[in-house]
């Protein structure tokens, strides 16, 4: 897929994964560019970490309402600073500033 989350661009999921994702993956959902960029921002404004955008899907479905978690603790792994910094500003340029106080 073409997406800015290069880490899930993967044509095969390998022969070691697959089969623990058959085995102990319930759900699988999917989130849009947008949704990466205004998480990868909240995160960086809010937590002072630049993560990349592979890195966000989870924190991303969560925040996003995609995955309901309503009443739980909810932990998340945030990885990955495999950003160019030169590249973030132009990522967060691709949705307007009204777009990051509309949402969170």
């Known amino acids: 897929p073409n997406t800015i989350a290069d880490g899930a661009r993967t044509p095969y999921l390998g022969k070691l994964n697959f089969p623990l994702i058959l085995n102990y993956v319930d759900d699988m959902v999917t989130v849009s560019e947008e949704e990466i960029l205004r998480t990868m921002y909240l995160i960086w404004e809010r937590m002072k970490l630049v993560i ?32 160019d910094l030169k590249q973030v500003g132009e990522l967060f340029n691709r949705i307007e500033a009204k777009e990051w106080s509309k949402k969170f």
């Open 52 to 83: 990349e955008p592979t890195g966000t899907l989870a924190a991303a479905a969560l925040l996003e309402g995609i995955v309901k978690v309503s009443g739980v603790r909810v932990g998340v792994i945030i990885s990955g600073g495999n950003v």
